[in-house]
């Protein structure tokens, strides 16, 4: 057996709990399309994973809270931006699971209005139970992980981590699998498949589907619009995962660090968590031309770049199939209701 069937043999037998209605519907933008003239816009709709209003993180836990059973875990740790969607579909997760949650929370994202800080996923974390705790923005992510889980078994708790959005190779293999499920559905529409445009956070979701493109010697590209990094950080952020996912696979290292990762971080804007004027028109376009929900953190930016790419004639004369890979995220908008009287837009 080849190293490519062993590596697919050994993704499938990864244990995995089940949280998310997958697969995941795969939709023709057509209204978007015919706007733009030579492209089909495809979507790929992981906001409908199905887990406490869906998003990317569900595929992501059904491989880790598995891991965290079978090591008999009893309380997941993690944490994330106070909006963070990690993080609520961490706490709804592990409701579900009968496990305890303990969440980090940071305050990173400075001058939001008084909604920002009580609806949308906060509200949410709030229902599922989490124990939320508040951190100012100086304080580091792991330090305090660590220092929770330290305090945690002390009280004789078994407790689990999970970093950052999921982004560790177990976590990114699970976007290894989406893309093998993507690619699927794209053969059974007799369609085929020449570019993904994605957002990268943390890293995982990236560092996955370069995995599934190695798995199955896709020659397209994925293209990962940065919601919070310059190009070099965020591509060490897909590295690192990417890395640790191929030796879980036994995938040959120097096949992974041959291929190329595509980070585009024109659309950050002033910084994480604060929506640009393009990501606001991106938003404003997919909510009246399709009826699609995107979010002023991650996909709205990530649309932003898809558009401005096609703009831009990026893709060339051959690559007319283009999938947008919607992360969810869209319960955010609540915390952001300033948007829709944006004058500028
Ligand atoms: C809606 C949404 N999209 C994209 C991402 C980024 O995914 P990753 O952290 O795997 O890069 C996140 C991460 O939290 C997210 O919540």
Redesign the pocket.
């Known amino acids: 057996m080849d190293w490519r069937a062993g590596a697919v043999n050994a993704l499938r037998e990864i244990k995995r709990v089940k949280l998310g209605h997958l697969p995941t519907p795969i939709d023709s933008l057509d209204r978007l399309s015919t706007r733009i003239d030579g492209y089909r816009i495809w979507v790929k709709r992981d906001d409908c994973t199905g887990l406490a209003t869906g998003?990317?993180?569900t595929r992501k836990l059904e491989f880790l809270l598995a891991d965290a059973l079978a090591k008999k875990a009893e309380i997941v740790v993690t944490s994330g931006a106070i909006q963070?969607?990690?993080v609520r579909q961490v706490a709804a997760a592990s409701a579900r699971l009968g496990l305890g949650c303990v969440l980090a929370l940071f305050d990173v994202v400075p001058d939001r209005t008084e909604f920002y800080g009580v609806v949308g996923n906060v509200l949410l974390d709030r229902l599922f139970g989490a124990e939320m705790r508040f951190f100012p923005e100086l304080e580091n992510p792991d330090f305090s992980l660590d220092a929770i889980s330290s305090e945690l078994i002390a009280e004789g708790k078994r407790p689990y981590l999970i970093p950052v959005?999921g982004?560790n190779g177990l976590g990114a293999l699970a976007y290894a699998t989406a893309f093998l499920e993507a690619l699927e559905q794209f053969k059974a529409l007799r369609e085929p498949l020449h570019a993904i445009v994605v957002?990268?956070?943390?890293?995982?979701?990236?560092a996955g589907l370069l995995l599934g493109a190695i798995l199955s010697g896709w020659p397209g590209k994925i293209i990962g619009v940065s919601v919070s990094d310059k190009n070099e950080r965020a591509i060490e952020k897909v590295r690192r995962p990417q890395l640790e996912g191929a030796e879980f696979l036994n995938v040959p290292i120097e096949i992974v660090n041959q291929t190329a990762i595509f980070i585009d971080d024109r659309f950050i804007g002033p910084d994480y968590g604060i929506p640009t004027a393009e990501c606001v028109r991106a938003i404003k376009l997919l909510a009246s031309t399709e009826g699609l929900l995107l979010?002023p953190v991650?996909?709205g930016k990530a649309m932003a770049g898809l558009l401005a790419l096609i703009d831009e004639r990026y893709f060339g004369e051959d690559a007319r199939n283009l999938l947008f890979w919607h992360?969810?995220?869209s319960v955010a908008l609540h915390g952001y209701p300033e948007i829709v009287d944006w004058e500028q837009i």
């Open positions: 998003g990317n993180k963070s969607n990690h959005g982004s957002p990268s956070g943390s890293g995982g979701t990236v979010d991650y996909t992360t969810g995220g």
